[in-house]
């Protein structure tokens, strides 16, 4: 067993551990336990959740394609999985900015078969199958540095230091973090993960593959006039309020007892740098075909995360000495669909085999499981993902190019040669010059509401007296150089209100952090032009806690 990477910090030793108590990272470790009974084996399995609970920090639209789930767990149905709510009938329109066009749905957005759900409520549920499988699960503690061996190769992760204040000093509070040691360590972050972006630059896992591009997805819950709600019904828009130039869409899910999902996506490959995604999302519901939907409704709920949107051709290299990538972490959504935890679970599942059949071979730590990118490829997930992979870069051209390209792609199933290039989100924003401010409307306080007031439904709270997680590698770089040429975005593509310039009498304007909103979507790390912002985990349970999102 290594020993301590710091004297101060105990270790605990496991098989395996897993970063991430998602969809990807829970069916993980249940399918490395069924393999563990079903060979008569014993395997010590963790995993770490940042969240404070599993679930807190889960967000999603979300239509449940039950493919993975039926070969995990056959009998889910019997087990009371929150997998309640049938999709009924698909409706696909292209909106202007005061009508409705009807469009046939396209084939990836057929859900017959398909559920409406929570995927909060249906990682809790997952997290109880692992557990009662003897996964231990513990909630609170996000894995903050990546351990190495002296050979580079990696060992496990520790845990976050407490009771440090924002000097970086350790107060009367303070505890170490804890070492956790494995012989393989999967990394099921979500999207845009933290450590997997060190990950990403230390081993150079995409020499070989395209930058991974992302979408921001807006959610909010609503209760509606029951005389207005059809349990089951996925309305899905492109168009308004989107310019011609730039991805994006909305969905609206009615989901039992008079609840309905509604959100927008924007994809962050966006040029024009006054866009606001919320704003969009909050202009969305003002549509004559949209609004009176959420009349004399209250909302619920709201929160905010980055989306994977590069598909096939951004999958890094998978697998490195000591542990892989699983999930959206890697890259696993198919964008088409709108979907990605079926994708993400299969690829949790063939982790699992991989890494038990190798350990099986090994009692060496850090070595690299490569079976598990071969295997990954005789799999509906690979074929899956292979066939839709130019539909979303084909709208790199524009809504039109990109429509043409995608009913082209879908006729041919994908199996054309040649394969679309995907580019780095940060590297498309043009200059303030070349666009005018977009001038949204206020909120009314009844559809449409104002920043803060959203992020007091998520329920987010952030220690004071702590570290800042959205570290700046250049302090001066907001107002020296965002500013004048960009006109600082962050104060837009943030969906919380972190980012805030402030005008200062007799001196120069100043970038505020209040870092205390953020909803954790990773949107500054992925859209700042200048790339000067690294997302940090915080301390402790901090973040939104998320209501059945």
Sequence with gaps: MPESRRSDRENMEYDVVIIGAGP?????????????????TDLNVCILEKGSEIGAHILSGAVFEPRALDELIPDWKDKGAPLTCPATKDKFAFLTKSSAIPLPAPPQMHNKGNYIISLGNLCRWLGEQAEALGVEIFPGFAAAEILYDDQGAVIG????????????????????????????TIFAEGCHGSLTKMLIEKYDLRANSDPQTYGLGIKELWEIDPAKHKQGLCQHTIGWPMDKQTYGGSWIYHMEDNMISIGFVVGLDYKNPYLSPYEEMQRFKTHPKIKPLLEGGKRIAYGARALAEGGFQSLPKLTFGGGLLIGDTAGFLNVPKIKGNHTAMKSGMIAAESVFAHLGETQDWGTECASYTNNLKNTWLWDELKSVRNIRPGFHKGLLAGLINAAIETLTGGKGSRTLPNHADH?????????????????????????????QLSNTNHAENQPCHLQLKDPSIPVSINLP???????????????????????????????????HCKTCDIKDPSQNITWCVPQGTDGPNYPAM
């Design 485 to 519: 040429e960009y006109a600082e975005p962050a104060q837009r593509y943030c969906p919380a209100g972190v980012y805030e310039i402030i005008e200062q009498e007799g001196a120069a304007p100043k970038l505020q952090i209040n870092s205390q909103n953020c909803v």
């Design 24 to 40: 990807s990272g829970l069916s993980c470790a249940i399918r490395l336990k069924q393999l563990a009974a079903e060979k008569g």
């Design 157 to 184: 992760v520790a845990t976050g230091d407490m009771g440090i204040d924002e000097h970086g000093q350790k107060t009367d509070q303070f505890e170490p973090g804890m070492e956790l040691h494995a012989r393989q």
């Design 427 to 455: 590297t498309q924003m043009d200059k303030a010059s070349a666009h005018t401010p977009i001038d949204y409307p206020k909120p009314d306080g009844v559809v449409t509401f104002d920043k803060l007031t959203s992020v």
